[in-house]
């Protein structure tokens, strides 16, 4: 029996938070593994989401990685930690995926 099983890294998340606590750390990957959630199994874009700013390099990567379009606004009324990412899937035939072995 051979094991076909074949591991990519989408996204990398090193140098992105070498100021971050654990704690801060923890709750910024949560947010985007939940939105990423959110906007995998959701059939209609656009789709909305108030983030922490400090995510914005992380859904940037993910979303060229996965063939959307991220936005990014701030609140209303703003605050600095805070922005609105707006995920638009792209048509299926422009969703190209580079991947290196």
Same mark, same amino acid.
């Given at each position: ?5 074949? /591991?990519? =890294? ?17 709750? =910024?990957? /949560?947010?985007?593994?939940?939105? $990423? =959630? ?12 108030? $983030? ?15 063939? /959307? ?6 609140? +209303?009324?703003? /605050? +600095? ?21």
């Amino acid at each position: 029996m051979t094991d076909d099983t074949h /591991y990519q =890294l989408v996204v990398s998340f090193e140098g992105l938070f070498l100021a971050a606590t654990e704690e801060r750390a923890f709750v =910024l990957g /949560y947010e985007v593994g939940r939105t $990423v =959630l959110e906007v995998e199994t959701t059939d209609t874009t656009p789709i909305e989401r108030t $983030v922490h700013t400090a995510n914005q390099e992380v859904f940037r990567r993910w979303s060229a990685a996965k063939g /959307y379009t991220v936005d990014f606004a701030p609140t +209303d009324p703003p /605050y +600095d930690e805070w922005c609105v990412a707006t995920f638009t899937a792209l048509p299926r035939g422009t969703r190209l995926r580079v991947v290196t072995s």
